[in-house]
């Protein structure tokens, strides 16, 4: 299973959004306070609609009771400042990959001492991020493709018709 943290989020509908595709994910959520809204907040509730009560999450007073919590937890931090791209790492089943909150991202002293997990995902220009939902999603599938997407659904099938047999794309 893939970890997901979120570090000081700030905005209810990102952590919502995040909570959802957790769920579709098989991931676990990681919320290190203090948070931007409330866990009762509606908006949080609207983004994650009626998943957020299969949502396995846990929260955390802040990051030194993170890291008390999870010892010896692999940590991928996701930033734009770093210099490795979040294809360029082997996600491990259990890993945890950590996101900061939208209006600054991982305090730098905390990527200072992680140097060698900071993980970018990149983009054309001096765009100061993507959203941090779209962040998350495009490093968990990354992490999940890399473990042959382990438990998941690999087929779809329509409502009412049946797909062709043996159709060459």
């Not at 990102?14 to 990681?30: D, K, M, P, S």
Request: charged share 20%; proline share 4%; glycine share 8%.
């Amino acid at each position: 299973m893939i970890n997901i943290v979120l570090l000081e989020p700030e905005i209810p509908a990102n952590t919502g959004n995040i909570g959802r595709t957790c769920v579709a994910a098989g991931a676990r959520l990681h919320l290190i306070e203090p948070l931007g809204f409330s866990l009762s907040e509606k908006a949080l509730k609207r983004a994650g609609m009626d998943y957020w009560k299969e949502l396995d999450v846990t929260t955390y007073i802040d990051y030194p009771d993170f890291l008390v919590k999870n010892p010896g937890a692999k940590i991928y931090m996701a930033t734009t400042k770093a210099q490795k791209l979040y294809t360029e790492v082997s996600y491990e089943d259990g890993c945890y990959i950590m996101f900061g909150k939208e209006s600054a991202g991982i305090p730098e002293e905390i990527l200072v001492d992680n140097q060698e997990n900071c993980v970018r995902i990149p983009m054309i220009g001096d765009i100061r991020s993507l959203n941090l939902g779209n962040s998350a999603a495009i490093v968990l599938y990354e992490a999940l493709r890399q473990n042959g997407f382990r438990g998941m659904n690999l087929e779809g099938h329509l409502h009412h018709l049946n797909w062709k047999k043996n159709v060459s794309v």
